[in-house]
């Protein structure tokens, strides 16, 4: 835990030079700088994956940023930071905001699920249960995290989460009370809970179930019902919705309950394609094992219904 905090204190954005690994060199075909805006979920995968990619490709540089998926879709959109590659922990985001303005196609590649994550010195963490876990968090003693669900699909996340609690259990009120309680741990992003959990500031995070594991965490495992994970019960999760900040000033945008399934895509301005479908052409062949083995939910990859296909998607992709 120790080691995490000294990682978190660094930037998030983090560089992949692969010119420092010659001993490994295998392939000497790709050149120039890549920039990757990812979810903060994907730090630990995207990392692995810039430094399997930099082995193979010497002569490679990958800058990756992480941040909330809806604040790195801002960058792209409000401020115009250059990006060769967006990874979002919801895909729906890139179809709403990125399609067709900013990227013609999304690839969705990954899932995840919500959980519960503690530390054994967190309050009632011995009677933590699946059947409590929510009057646990209500109980005044205890502080839990949550965030920005205006930034992060991570926070949305979370308030659909308590919706589902609160109709599959008959809780009136439940989301109400969740709102209002412990707004002064609300951070940008999920892993900015982290140091928050590790000091003793707050007992409980909602996260994503791979962030735990990446950072070998306590967790509680919720339901399917509840976290959002399975796609057999997508008719149950679409039964809530949340309104979370748009594009532009006074925008909303309603987001619906959905099993977890992240997206990405190569922006239409990228300085770099060739770089970036060899990139992603690596993580489609190669790649979602690394993904897998830190934690995340394996799927099949296909193309959001709104996307234009790639050529260079199609050896990978179903019919």
């Not at 930037?11 to 979810?39: M, P, V, W, Y």
């Not at 960058?75 to 013609?104: G, H, R, V």
């Not at 993904?291 to 959001?304: K, M, Y």
Request: aromatic residues 10%; proline residues 4%; contains cysteine.
């Amino acid at each position: 835990m120790v080691y995490f905090t000294a990682w978190l204190l660094l930037s998030a954005i983090f560089i992949s030079s692969c010119r420092n690994n010659q001993s490994e060199k295998q392939s000497t075909d790709l050149s120039g700088e890549l920039t990757i805006f990812h979810a903060g979920s994907l730090s630990v995968p995207f990392k692995a994956l810039a430094d399997s990619f930099c082995r193979i490709h010497p002569e490679v540089s990958i800058l990756t940023e992480s941040a909330g998926s809806l604040a790195s879709i801002r960058k792209i959109t409000d401020l115009n930071k250059p990006c060769d590659i967006m990874a979002s922990a919801d895909y729906t985001l890139i179809d709403k905001l990125l399609i067709p303005d900013y990227a013609s196609w999304n690839l969705l590649f990954a899932g995840n699920e919500m959980s519960i994550v503690y530390h054994s010195d967190s309050r009632l963490a011995d009677s933590l249960s699946a059947d409590n876990w929510y009057k646990i968090l209500m109980n005044p003693e205890v502080r839990f995290g949550r965030s920005d669900p205006d930034s992060d699909p991570c926070g949305y996340r979370a308030i659909l989460t308590m919706k589902l609690t609160e109709k599959f259990l008959d809780q009136p009120g439940l989301t109400e009370n969740f709102l209002q309680k412990d707004n002064k741990f609300i951070r940008p992003k999920e892993v900015d809970l982290l140091a928050l959990l590790e000091s003793g500031s707050i007992d409980y995070i909602f996260l994503y179930k791979s962030v735990a594991i990446q950072h070998k965490l306590k967790y509680l495992e919720l339901s399917d019902s509840i976290n959002l994970a399975s796609p057999g019960l997508q008719d149950l999760y679409q039964t809530v919705s949340v309104e979370i900040a748009g594009n532009k000033p006074g925008d909303k945008i309603t987001q619906h309950g959905e099993a977890m399934v992240y997206g990405l895509t190569i922006l239409n301005n990228s300085k770099n394609k060739a770089l970036a479908e060899a990139f992603i052409s690596f993580i489609l062949k190669d790649g979602l094992q690394i993904i897998e083995n830190l934690g995340q939910t394996r799927v099949i990859p296909r193309l959001s219904e709104k996307s234009q296909a790639p050529a260079f998607l199609h050896e990978y992709l179903v019919p």
